[in-house]
Each structure stands twice: as structure tokens, then as C-alpha cells.
């Protein structure tokens, strides 16, 4: 039998490695992937919650939808910086990306 | 079956999960990331929320992901290799993160008390077709309109936010 349970640890799973990826990727791109991956495992919360506990209302479902909706327009803006980034540095290592440190 | 097809589905994301994360490759890294959002896909069914499952696969895995693979090929990186980093304990760092962040959710979500609803809600007893397009379109176009208005000006602010990043002149 399937709890809502098994969906929190699978949940748990996916965002960890996400917040590993988002930390230790270097590449701009992998941290935007990352940043997906962490965004998937709120939604896979959202849609087991909205299963589980208030099984009648579908207010989960709907904001699942508007997770997504967020995820889209932030991945757009975030590949529009990189390609910004890439144009003025020719690549797209977030380590080297330095210029407004102090 | 239900819960084989959720241990196979959910180990199928986990493991292109940590592949996403460990290629070097960033174009293998999208398709990897592509495998595990089916694989939510999948688990969504099983959530009978059918609606956000193929906005999932659509949305998600259809035009997120084309505008990655886009992305990356019109770079077109000399060497997409991630380089070695100049910060010394970045990978040891991120990893106790990780793992710090895992045990912690698993320990809360393990000594959570399940609330009461919980027990009763258990899959099949749920009124009806809860997650098909009918339903979720009524309470999306009715109680939570104003949410979904304001998600219509967010898409137009990112779209012309991408616009005036991405355009060499204006």
C-alpha cells in the first residue's frame, strides 16, 4: 500500500540532490537543472498531499499548475542571463563569474 | 502493481536525479532530466492528478526542456566539459549540504504524525474524477481566478524581462 509517506521521502530525495547540484554544479546551465529537479520534488509534495489529505478539494493540483507555470517563466529569464553572461564572458563557469564581487 | 509501479518509477527518477547532478556533460544532463520528469509523470498518474501529469509531460518535459537543449546548443561551448573548480572544498561542501538536508526531512517526515484525514483519504475512496480537466478547470477558473490572472502578467513580465536580456540592442 502506497502512503503519502513513500511520496515525502521520494520528495526529500529529489530535492536534496537538487540542492547538491545547485551548489557544486559549475556549469550555469546544471545549476538551472538543479533548480528543476527542486522544483519537481515541491510539486510531487504538493499533488500527494492534495491526494491524501483533502481528497475531495483540488487546491494541490492547482497550484501544482502554478508551480509549473513559475518554473517556465524562471527558466526563460534564467537561460536569457545566460546567454547574456556567455556573450560578455565566452563561458559559463559560475565560479569565474566574478565581476560584481566587491 | 500500484506500489511496484511507484518503487519503479520513483527509483527510475532518483537514479536519473543523481545522474542529472553527476554528468559532465550538460547536454546528457538534460536528457536525464528529461527521464526523470517523466517518471514524475508517471507517479502523478498514480495520484490520479491526470491533468497536471500531461501538463507535466507537455510543459515540463516538452518546451522547458527544448528551451534548455536550445540553449545549450546555441552556446555551442568549445569544450562543455565543466572545468576544474577554484574553490577547493566545493564538491565536500555540497555533499554534506545534500546529505545534511536529506536527513533532516526524512527524520521530521518519519516522526510526523500522520493527521487524522490522512487515514481516510487512502487512494479509491475520493469522490468522483478529481483530477481530471473538468474539475481541476472549475476550481482553477472559479475560486482560485485571481491566482490564475496574476499568473497570465507573471508569463508576460518574464517574457519581456527575456526579451530585453536576450536582445543585443534595442
Same mark, same amino acid.
Given at each position: ?102 | ?19 542529472? &547532478? ?17 517518471? &514524475? ?15 507535466? #509531460? &507537455? ?7 527544448? %528551451?534548455?537543449?536550445? #540553449? ?8 562543455? &566539459? ?34 487524522? #484525514? ?36 507573471? %508569463? ?15
Amino acid at each position: 500500500m502506497i502512503a503519502v509517506h513513500h511520496y515525502i521521502f521520494l520528495s526529500a530525495a529529489l530535492f536534496a540532490v537538487g540542492i547538491y547540484g545547485v551548489i557544486a554544479r559549475r556549469n550555469a546551465v546544471g545549476v538551472l537543472m538543479s533548480i528543476e529537479l527542486m522544483l519537481n520534488a515541491v510539486n510531487i509534495n504538493l499533488l500527494a498531499f492534495a491526494r491524501y489529505v483533502t481528497p475531495t478539494t483540488l487546491t494541490g493540483q492547482v497550484f501544482a499548475v502554478f508551480v509549473i507555470t513559475v518554473a517556465a517563466a524562471e527558466v526563460a529569464v534564467g537561460l536569457a542571463l545566460v546567454i547574456n553572461v556567455y556573450r560578455n564572458m565566452d563561458h559559463i563557469n559560475v565560479d569565474d563569474i566574478n565581476l560584481m564581487k566587491w | 502493481m500500484d506500489y511496484f509501479l511507484f518503487s519503479v518509477a520513483a527509483i527510475i527518477a532518483v537514479v536519473s536525479a543523481v545522474l542529472v &547532478i553527476v554528468q559532465r556533460n550538460p547536454m546528457h544532463s538534460a536528457l536525464y532530466l528529461i527521464i526523470t520528469l517523466l517518471c &514524475i509523470a508517471v507517479l502523478y498518474l498514480q495520484l490520479s492528478a491526470q491533468f497536471v501529469a500531461a501538463v507535466q #509531460v &507537455i510543459v515540463y518535459a516538452g518546451a522547458i526542456m527544448v %528551451l534548455f537543449l536550445f #540553449v545549450l546548443m546555441l552556446l555551442d561551448q568549445e569544450n562543455p &566539459i565543466d572545468t576544474p573548480s577554484t574553490l577547493r572544498y566545493q564538491n565536500p561542501v555540497a555533499a554534506v549540504m545534500g546529505l545534511l538536508l536529506l536527513v533532516e526531512l526524512l527524520f521530521l517526515s518519519a516522526r510526523a504524525q500522520p493527521p487524522a #484525514v490522512l487515514t481516510s483519504g487512502a487512494p479509491g475512496s475520493s469522490p468522483g474524477f478529481p483530477g481530471s480537466v473538468e474539475s481541476v478547470a472549475e476550481s482553477m477558473f472559479t475560486r482560485y481566478l485571481f491566482p490564475f490572472e496574476l499568473t497570465s502578467v507573471l %508569463l508576460l513580465i518574464g517574457m519581456v524581462g527575456v526579451i530585453v536580456l536576450a536582445k543585443r540592442k534595442l
